[in-house]
């Protein structure tokens, strides 16, 4: 985007915001490129953006930056007099993806066969319909920020847990709520439950998804070895998105928000290397110049980029034109369950 063509987008930006007032509402992703955040009203992980999506009544127009079962979710979750728009439908989760209502219902059918009591709980970064099956089978959802809360609170039940789609997530949180490997299935959809040599499905208390997010995936164990040997003293903080490997080798792991508090109140002085994607990181990096802040790989969410100030301002002039472009709309039966998943998520957060 040239200079003058960028003066004009946000003039535009800002002009058509404030003829729309506090009918509109704009929440962007932490993910999200600063050319977007600088026009949000409100930045945060997916619990956060979820709550208030769930909590904001004033706005007419809520307009989310970030990918698309997000914005679904916020639809999920407001008011039905409030109209959710996402400037770039086509910006999907590939994690989110990873898993379909078709799949996720046959290795349902296949784990009753077990004849355990299993809760189904499925990561925010998912679609809809997933989060309608938790509801109908008493499940729930859960985030980055509340995933050890939540399978703590199953587990304590004394019922086993099946969570999708993200298998690094949910070894990482088994393990540390102490559970042992053969107590973690891998759900294989070719071989279902019939993996000779593999861990026995009948001693598992998790069974995981085989999904992962492309961005975490990434960052690998060699990258934290590096800049342990270059920067003596640095600490390593990670979202619980990365791998078993990198995860273990972290001091500290956590959802986006953690990441950035821990770091916001760290010590000027301290050096700090973060695994996760690097529009938050080199944020975080330019808001505590006092700090030494690396990132553990410069990983960019691809598809999170696709939102730019350009969609972005076509839909707030397409607001200010009484049109709705980029209307997220979700089945009104998917929705009303999925909803129900959420608010039990709501409940224990
Ligand atoms: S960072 Fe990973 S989990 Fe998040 S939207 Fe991108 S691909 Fe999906």
Redesign the pocket.
Known sequence: MGVRNEKTILEQIAGAREKLGRELLLLAHF?QHDDIVRYADFVGDSLQLAEKAATQRQAKYIVFCS?SFMAETARILCRPEQEVLHPEPNAR????NMASIGQVEAAWNALASLGRQIIPVVYV?SNADLKAFCARHGGMVCTSANVKRIFSRVLAQGTCLFFFPDENMGRNVSRDLGLAEEEMFLWDPEKGLDRAGSTSAEKAKVFLWEGF????RVMVASDITRLRKKYEGITVIVHP?CTPEVYSQADLAGSTNFIKATVDKAQEGSKWAIGT?WNFVNRIKRENPGKLIIPLREER?K??AKVTPEKLLRVLIGLTSGELPGRVVVDETVAREARIALERMLEIT
Request: with cysteine; charged share 20%.
């Open positions: 993910y990918v989760c590939p994690l989110a970064n997010c492309i961005v975490h998105e994607e969410c598809e999170m």
